[in-house]
Nanobody
Framework: QVQLVESGGGLVQAGGSLRLSCAAS????????MGWYRQAPGKQRELVAT???????NYADSVKGRFTISRDNAKNSVYLQMNSLKPEDTAVYYC?????????????WGQGTQVTVSS
């Protein structure tokens, strides 16, 4: 069993910053790509940022220059530093991780953490 637990969400004023954390635990040998997605009320879940275990990161155009994804492989964790937050960044933020196995690499999701940006 693998679990992903996010933390760090909350309420912040526009222009402020938050740092989200996501830690994976359980039967883990190796993790591939890790990422962050978000879902605002009435909208579909969308990619925010992804980071492979090697190679370049990928960001949604709407967050480029404001958000930074990073990971600590020793801690099986991924982080999202969010600066210059805007009200349109308000959403539930989910992390995911591809858990590498001998025959498959299933994708696991966290339960989500709420980020609310007030104007």
């Amino acid at each position: 069993q693998v679990q992903l637990v996010e933390s760090g969400g909350g309420l912040v004023q526009a222009g402020g910053s938050l740092r989200l954390s996501c830690a994976a635990s359980g039967s883990i040998f190796s993790i591939g790509a890790m990422g962050w997605y978000r879902q605002a009320p009435g909208k579909q879940r969308e990619l925010v940022a992804t980071m492979p275990n090697a190679g370049s990161t990928n960001y949604a155009d709407s967050v480029k220059g404001r958000f930074t994804i990073s990971r600590d492989n020793a801690k099986n964790s991924v982080y999202l530093q969010m600066n210059s937050l805007k009200p349109e960044d308000t959403a539930v933020y989910y992390c995911n991780a591809a858990i590498l196995g001998p025959w498959a690499s299933p994708l696991y999701w966290g339960q989500g953490t709420q980020v609310t940006v007030s104007s």
